[in-house]
C-alpha cells in the first residue's frame, strides 16, 4: 500500500471518528429547537421542523436557569481563582524551594491520588456542616482550593526551570516575591492555563459536590438544577436538551479558545522531571 493510500485512509477515518462523535452534540443542538414533543416521536428527526427558541425562554423565563447559571459561574471562577493561587505556590516550593520533608510529603500527596475522591466527601461534609458553611458558596468552594493533581502538573513542569535563572536573579538581588512574579509566572504560562481550564471545566461540570452541599434550591450549580427540573419535566426531552446545550456550549467554546495551551501544559507536565 502506498503512502497516499495509507494517508487517504487514516484522514478518511479520523473524519468518520470526528463525526461520530460530534454527531451527539449536533442532535442535541438540533433538539433544543424543536417544538415540544417533536423528539419524542419515533424514529426522531434530526431537524426541527420549525425552529423555535420557546424551549430557552421556558428555561430562563420559568426555570429560573439565569440563576443557576450565575451560581455555577460564580462557584468555577471562584474555584479557579483559589486553584491558581495554592497549586501554583506550592508545586513551585515543591519544584525549587528546599526545605526538610520536601520530598517525603510530596509523596504523601502523590499517594492521595489513588485514593477516590467520593470517599472524603462525607468526612467533609461533617467538618463543613460543624463549621456552618453547609448550603454556601464557600462550602461548594473547599475541595477546589487545592489539589493534589494541579500540584503535580505546576511542579513537573518548574522543574523545568534552570537553577541558574533563579540563583542568578537572587545575585542581582530580586526577592523571592520578584523571582517567582516576574520570572517564573511567565514561564509556566501554558501551565497556569491547563490547570485554570481544568478546574473550571470540572468544577462547571461538578454534580455530586454540589448535590450534597448545597441544599438550597437558590444555591443550586446548573447540572444539579437540570438534574432537578428532569424530574419535574420528565417528557420535555426538547427542553432538557436546551438546558443540556446552556451546560456545554460554554464550556466547549472556552476549551476551544484554550485547547492550544493545555494541551502543551498536559504534555510539558507529563514528560519534564
Known amino acids: 500500500m502506498s503512502r497516499r493510500t495509507e494517508t487517504i485512509l487514516m484522514n478518511a477515518l479520523v473524519i468518520v471518528v470526528a463525526l461520530f462523535t460530534a454527531f451527539p452534540l449536533v ?7 424543536m417544538s415540544p414533543g ?10 426541527p421542523a420549525n425552529a423555535t427558541l420557546e424551549n430557552y425562554v421556558e428555561l430562563f423565563a420559568r426555570g429560573g436557569v439565569g440563576r443557576y447559571v450565575f451560581n455555577s459561574f460564580l462557584i468555577s471562577t471562584c474555584a479557579t481563582l483559589l486553584a491558581l493561587t495554592f497549586n501554583v505556590t506550592a508545586g513551585y516550593a515543591f ?3 528546599r526545605f526538610a520533608g520536601r520530598d517525603a510529603v510530596f509523596g504523601i500527596l502523590l499517594g492521595a491520588l489513588i485514593i477516590p475522591a467520593q470517599v472524603g466527601m462525607m468526612p467533609l461534609f461533617l467538618m463543613l456542616k460543624s463549621m456552618g458553611i453547609i448550603n454556601t458558596y464557600a ?5 477546589w482550593i487545592a489539589s493534589v493533581f494541579g500540584i503535580f502538573l505546576v511542579r513537573q513542569f518548574a522543574l523545568s526551570i534552570p537553577d541558574e535563572m533563579i540563583e542568578a536573579a537572587r545575585v542581582d538581588g530580586a526577592s523571592e516575591f520578584r523571582i517567582f512574579r516576574s520570572i517564573i509566572m511567565p514561564v509556566l504560562t501554558p501551565v497556569l492555563v491547563t490547570v485554570a481550564l ?5 468544577s462547571w461540570n461538578d454534580f455530586m459536590w454540589p448535590l450534597i ?19 419535574e419535566h420528565v417528557q420535555d426531552n426538547e427542553m432538557m436538551m436546551a438546558g443540556a446545550v446552556i451546560t456545554t456550549i460554554p464550556v466547549l467554546l472556552l476549551f476551544l479558545a484554550l485547547q492550544r495551551f493545555y494541551i502543551q501544559g498536559m504534555l510539558s507536565g507529563s514528560v519534564k522531571g
Open 139 to 143: 462550602g461548594a468552594l473547599v475541595p
Open 27 to 33: 442532535w442535541m443542538l438540533s433538539v433544543s429547537f
Open 213 to 231: 452541599v448545597l441544599t438550597g434550591e437558590q444555591n443550586y450549580t446548573l447540572p444539579v438544577a437540570l438534574a432537578a427540573l428532569s424530574r
Open 38 to 47: 417533536e423528539a419524542s416521536v419515533f424514529p426522531p428527526p434530526l431537524w
Open 95 to 97: 519544584a525549587k524551594m
Open 198 to 202: 481544568f478546574t473550571f471545566l470540572t
